[in-house]
């Protein structure tokens, strides 16, 4: 019998964020449900919370670690190069290869399907985020011929492929955070909406709400309305077009919360998204630091736009969103703009 949070259903995912954040969270056990309650395994109680006990399955354990795996099959200098960590997006596995591993791709690839059996296809990635859309082309090494997945999240499902739309899995913890913030009856915006995943996080978590989308890459707004259709959002909008063009336009002075997740450019953006804030509204910010000082720059940036726009701006939070290299950090900036 394992120690659960006890939360009705309808609360399941801000109870869920809230215990990640607590450090409660046990992922080592898969949640149950019934009709009316889900149950997280938690290492110790929390405050205000109710609790039972229940027979949970434990989640299936991953095979070798890459390092591992591939001990006996690299020189030393290979295993120094090795990029052991990786990220998956709905079956397939994104890899690294550095130059002096291009020859042993296959058998890192091979290594990764054989330890991690909910994985269909490798692929490696063949340059940076360019481009007026803002891809990171990857190239199959291993497994089935494809680019294109379906991701889970948050009890949502999202099509799309990783050639064709920006995707970033590493910012599932952010969706769920600033979901669980949104109140019944907001109208939040998300420029640079990709294929949906804060907006329809956002409005799954809370049917009440109203969430606009704007998305330039026809490919990505494509799969973003495919998404609403999937995870049956209607709450959710989905524009294909220039944020630039488009805001503050007919928003202006109507949202209560603006999300823009486009960490190198969303700064020239600001003067369109700060408008369409009401009084007392939050814009979440993302953008790039120096991993010495992460939110100067962000900082910085939101406040001189908002005085710009003849408003305020007031820190409301910070935090790193994931590391991004070794000198520099992908970071959030929450900003009430007065």
């Keep these: 019998m394992v120690l659960c949070a006890k939360v009705e259903r309808k609360d399941a995912e801000k109870a869920r964020?809230?215990?990640i954040s607590a450090g409660v969270f046990d992922g080592t056990f898969a949640p149950a449900h019934d009709e009316k309650f889900v149950y997280f395994a938690i290492r110790?109680?929390?405050?205000g919370m109710t609790t039972?006990?229940?027979?949970?399955?434990?989640r299936a354990a991953s095979g070798k670690p890459l390092s591992e795996e591939l001990k006996d099959k690299l020189t030393k200098s290979e295993a120094d190069e090795l990029v052991k960590s990786f990220d998956i997006?709905?079956?397939?596995?994104?890899v690294e290869i550095p130059a002096a591993l291009v020859k042993k791709q296959k058998l890192i690839a091979d290594a990764i399907l054989k330890n991690h059996k909910n994985i269909r296809t490798v692929a490696k990635k063949t340059g940076g985020t360019a481009g007026e859309f803002r891809i990171r082309p990857v190239k199959v090494i291993a497994g089935e011929k494809r680019t294109k997945t379906i991701y889970r999240e948050s009890g949502c499902g999202f099509e799309l492929d990783l050639n064709k739309t920006y995707f970033s899995s590493r910012l599932g913890t952010e969706r769920g955070r600033i979901a669980a913030l949104v109140k019944p009856g907001e109208l939040v915006l998300v420029p640079f909406a990709g294929a949906g995943p804060f907006a329809i996080v956002i409005g799954k978590g809370v049917p009440s709400a109203k969430v606009v989308g704007i998305e330039l890459n026809p490919d990505a707004h494509g799969y973003f309305e495919r998404n609403i259709a999937r995870n049956k959002c209607s709450n959710v909008a989905a524009i294909c077009g220039d944020v630039a063009k488009l805001l503050p336009g007919k928003y202006r002075g109507s949202a209560s919360r603006v999300i823009m997740p486009l960490p190198k450019d969303a700064g020239r953006f600001l003067a369109n998204a700060i408008p369409c804030l009401k009084k007392g509204g939050t814009l979440h910010y993302y953008s790039f630091g120096d991993a010495n000082e992460p939110y100067a720059k962000a900082e910085k940036e939101v406040k001189e736009a908002a005085k710009a726009a003849g408003r305020r701006a007031a820190i409301l939070f910070r935090r790193i969103a994931r590391p991004f290299s070794k000198t520099t950090e992908q970071v959030v900036v929450d900003a009430k703009i007065d």
Aim: hydrophobic share 45%; charged share 35%.
């Design 52 to 58: 039972a006990r229940k027979n949970l399955a434990r």
């Design 44 to 47: 110790e109680k929390i405050t």
């Design 17 to 19: 964020q809230r215990l």
């Design 89 to 94: 997006v709905g079956d397939i596995a994104v």
